[in-house]
């Protein structure tokens, strides 16, 4: 079945520098979408991209999707203390089934 | 407002006992899901639903039944025959497949005593 490996699963930052988590899928995505779920908290939703190449942006985070639809990724530049979380990428293969498929998620801490 | 409700938020079960977590959204989706988080597993889909009275087992369903009586509900009961059952659980609900984002309740936090 699909399988879509998220790294690194921890990541130590100082407040200020950047951060990125990569997503690599076993299969071609139609769509990658990224969630973040603070501590103690539900997923919730951040962004969707569907087209081969895709970047876009939301303030400091930049998310693009790979050229081959397989792989995706998320960069926050200048971290605050409020990115704080973890970030799951899932993604959808299409074809009539169902199911997001997600990362184990990357765990940002930010030490300020 | 709009939204998706788990309930309860902390549940305790004995061993060998049945419990059965609530799954309420008001956001006229087609589609419910149920995960399972465990620290350090990310989100495995335990079933899901397209359509009422109608579901699909996920990546990790033994142990586990669903019912899908009315669109708006969708509720999930941990058996006794899931061998490790205490983990956090999601319920998340989508408008319909492809391209759309999933809404996702708060959670509930099944514990084993």
């Known amino acids: 079945g699909q399988q879509v490996m998220q790294i690194p699963q921890y990541q130590h930052v100082q407040e200020g520098e950047d951060f990125t988590t990569y997503c690599n899928s076993s299969?071609?995505?139609?769509?990658i979408q990224w969630y973040k779920q603070r501590p103690g908290g539900h997923p919730v939703f951040l962004i969707q991209?569907?087209?081969?190449?895709e970047v876009k942006k939301q303030k400091r985070l930049t998310f693009q999707f790979g050229e081959a639809k397989k792989n995706s990724s998320l960069h926050i530049t200048a971290t605050q203390t409020t990115d704080v979380g973890t970030y799951f990428c899932a993604g959808h293969s299409g074809g009539g089934a169902d199911g997001l498929t997600f990362g184990k998620g990357t765990h940002l801490i930010i030490q300020p | 407002d709009g939204g998706i409700t788990q309930s309860p938020k902390y549940l305790f079960r004995k061993e060998g006992q049945n419990v059965t977590l609530s799954c309420e959204q008001n956001?006229?989706?087609?589609?419910m899901y149920w995960y399972r988080q465990d620290p350090g597993q990310g989100l495995r889909l335990i079933y899901y639903?397209?359509?009422?009275?109608?579901?699909q087992k996920g990546d990790i369903a033994e142990g586990y039944s669903v019912s899908r009586e009315k669109k708006e509900s969708f509720p999930l009961t941990v058996t006794s025959a899931q061998k490790n059952p205490t983990a956090f659980y999601l319920c998340?609900?989508?408008?319909?497949?492809?391209?759309?984002?999933?809404?996702f309740g708060q959670g509930t936090r099944l514990t084993v005593v």
């Open positions: 998340a609900s989508r408008r319909g497949p492809d391209h759309t984002e999933a809404f």
């Open positions: 639903s397209q359509i009422v009275n109608d579901f």
């Open positions: 991209l569907v087209k081969s190449g």
């Open positions: 299969t071609t995505l139609s769509n």
């Open positions: 956001l006229n989706h087609d589609a």
